[in-house]
């Protein structure tokens, strides 16, 4: 890592969280509930993966994280944030979903139908200097806008709360003034920060490291991308974006592929 990588004092995380690629859905079909393919709307990444991506490295002494999680994914969440350098706090906001009419969303949940979402707080340092007001409201509400797109306001209370200072969005979707943004949906990447030497992301790196032990053990070469979720506990866009990279960067070669075995390849170096 250079000394170029800007530190900031705020992160601003939406993950692109998994839920095996499915989300259970308020439609039936035949009179049996139905799932929603995550995976139309954007790529989802594993836990382990999310909890790579190296942000410490762009820290400051003190920062604050807040970071979106799902009921299901709290334990996960608090994970990634240990694994970034911060320390679970506090609920920093619950967003309380409305329709376009201003009526309470209300959705199925596999316990509870939800209608709200939780942004998480965790600090690096003595990050409660960095306090500039006591007035801020937890309580948020707002209506939705496209799939997993939070609410401005959000922003606005970040910056009530902590005044303005270096901050960044990860997984942002757009470029919002006065913030920096890293994504997708800004300029087609995840993260821009430099990968390591060896050509790959850490989380593809990782991917490569543990595809070529299982193969070791069969004394293979070869395999067929339908066969890593047998190795490897990863959402088959997930398995297919790594592969990509890996290819692209020498690593593997496609060698066949048909519509019973899928995509077949060999490891290279």
Known sequence: MTDKVKKYEIIYADPAWSFGDKIRSSKKSNNKLTYRDLAFHYDTMSTTEIALLPVKEMLADNAVCFMWSTDAHLPDAIKVMKAWGFKY?????IWNKKTSTGKQVCFMGKWTMKGSEICLLGTK???HNMIQSHKVRQLVESKRGRHSEKPDEVRKRIVELLGNRPRVELFAREKVKGWHAMGFGVDGKLF???EPENGLSKPVSLFYK???TELKKTGANNFGAKEIPLWIKVSPATISRYLKELESA???IK???SRLD???YRIEK
């Open 262 to 264: 899928g995509f077949q």
């Open 210 to 212: 543990k595809l070529v």
């Open 89 to 93: 706090k506090t609920i920093a906001f």
């Open 125 to 127: 340092g003595k990050a």
């Open 255 to 257: 060698t066949s592929s």
């Open 250 to 252: 020498g690593y593997i």
């Open 192 to 194: 821009a920060l430099p």
